[in-house]
């Protein structure tokens, strides 16, 4: 391909995760699909992922961002929002259920199938992802960030509410209105253990068939043992009397039963438009639990069919997961002309360029070094983002990009990631503060940094590109500011 078309386009930088080209395939088709057709969006929304041994740095367009963020508003504001908004939540719930429910139909041991049927089976599971690439995307951080800017916007313009009395309207708003599946997996944990001993092994069995997913980003992940669970339900037999256990469950249950969000919402019944935005934007911190609860459910559930090709093509996993369905196909039926150093190389050190409704992947080291000085970024100081949580800190940095980089966090340092998912829980009660990337006052870091009072600035866009491991810095999540000393 022609390097002269990335340098046309000004790149700006959305995160890091650990993934995998199985990833890229997902998001990408999800947003040029069937989130470019519900917001009516003409461009062509490129995406450039750089990846370094399966740290992948996302870049969009800037131009196409703001096309997009354009687009969701005034979908938002549209005079057929009223319809749209109030069934939108469900709709995005029912898909997630769908998926899932179809995901769990395929074998849980595919070394019976010939490598055709192989084939199938993962053709299949691609044709799956179509259900629900709008609703990931629908959940992603421009639909959040773009229905937040909104809420506060007509909080501020039209009812002429202070900057304190949006903030505590949103902060109620942000509590999930449905037990989230972190809490899910606790109010499990917790069960058990109030059990007497002799029932607590086989219920541990079923609690660990039902939440051993929720590691798992991409297919590669590690999901949780059954050893990881069994001391997580020891701690608390030590750490917890029966009466505290059985007095956490009942917080826990009355936990999703807030009538302060009903209330704020029910005030502004009269105003139909803005009654719909509140209602959808109290909702959006379940679908965001739930989201990476299909996803990493569907990463589990589907990880037996990506070793067993791994298995028959004498490639590692990672080397399987960053090959197309077409030369997955080739390599089982014999007509692969791949080098494994062409495969190794992807897996360390390339570019996925996706235009055009094409996944161009790059991997010669020449074209990767001439993309990766485009992408190149000055030194920055200080960011900006988000203050979800109150409070101001100084302490060194602990830089998370996945659960690989867990062992690096120390207690007491700042924890900098592109975004939190559960299973980063036990990294966040011991941090200092919690700065991201990515996501508003809905998302997941916001939601557990108000749970546990610790400082948090989310938002920031490029916290993760700015602060290396050990940057003494200073966080003031009231001025969302994030600053190097």
């Known amino acids: 391909m022609n390097i002269e078309e990335i340098k046309k386009l000004n790149w700006k930088f959305e995160g890091t995760r650990r993934m995998t080209y199985q990833k890229v395939r997902l998001y990408y088709f999800g947003l040029t699909g069937e989130f470019k057709r519900i917001f009516k969006i003409a461009g062509e929304l490129p995406i450039l992922y750089r990846n370094v041994n399966g740290d992948f740095s996302q870049w969009h367009d800037s131009a196409d961002l703001e096309e997009i963020k354009s687009a969701i508003k005034k979908l938002l504001l549209s005079n057929h929002s009223n319809h749209w908004l109030s069934a939108l939540s469900n709709a995005v719930e029912r898909s997630f259920e769908r998926y899932l429910g179809q995901i769990r139909k395929l074998p849980k041991n595919y070394a019976k199938y010939s490598n055709r049927v192989l084939v199938e089976f993962l053709q299949k599971f691609y044709d799956l992802d179509r259900i629900v690439e709008g609703s990931y995307w629908i959940i992603y951080n421009h639909f959040e960030e773009t229905l937040t800017k909104t809420v506060i916007e007509i909080f501020t ?26 809490d899910r997996e606790h109010f499990s944990m917790l ?36 050893e990881y669970f069994r001391d997580e339900l020891a701690q608390i037999i030590v750490s917890k009397t029966r009466a505290e256990i059985k007095q956490e469950i009942a917080e826990l249950e009355k936990k999703y039963h807030s009538r302060e969000t009903k209330q704020i919402i029910w005030k502004y019944r009269k ?163 919690i700065v991201t990337n990515e996501g508003g006052m809905l998302s997941h870091a916001a939601i557990v940094s108000r749970e546990f009072g610790i400082p948090c600035v989310v938002g920031t866009k490029t916290a993760t590109q700015v602060f290396k491991n050990g940057d003494m810095v200073e966080v003031d999540s009231d001025k969302g500011t994030v600053r190097k000393i």
């Open 157 to 182: 313009d039209n009812y002429c509410l202070s900057k304190p009395e949006v903030e505590a309207n949103l902060r109620s708003l942000s509590r999930p209105h449905k037990m989230i599946a972190l």
């Open 191 to 226: 069960k058990i253990a109030f059990l007497p001993e002799g029932k607590r092994q086989k219920a541990l069995g079923k609690h660990h068939a039902k939440f051993a997913y929720m590691p798992m980003y991409d297919i590669n992940y590690a999901s949780h043992s059954l």
């Open 271 to 433: 105003d139909k438009k803005f009654y719909n935005l509140l209602d959808i934007y109290s909702r959006f911190p379940f679908l965001k639990e739930q989201k990476p609860y299909t996803r990493d459910t569907a990463n589990y559930l589907i990880q037996p069919l990506f070793k067993e090709i791994s298995r028959r093509t004498n490639l590692t996993l990672d080397e399987v997961l960053f090959l197309t369905a077409e030369e997955i196909a080739e390599l089982l039926e014999g007509n692969s002309v791949l080098i494994l150093a062409e495969i190794r190389q992807r897996v360390t050190n390339s570019v996925f360029y996706c235009a055009d409704n094409k996944i161009n992947i790059i991997s010669d080291p020449e074209v990767v070094g001439a993309i990766s000085t485009i992408l190149e970024r000055k030194e920055v100081v200080e960011i900006k983002g988000f203050g979800v949580n109150p409070g101001k800190v100084t302490a060194p940095v602990s830089v998370v990009l996945s659960n690989r980089d867990f062992g690096l966090f120390k207690d007491g340092n700042i924890l900098v990631a592109s975004a939190t998912r559960p299973d980063y829980l036990p990294l966040m009660k011991k941090a200092a503060a």
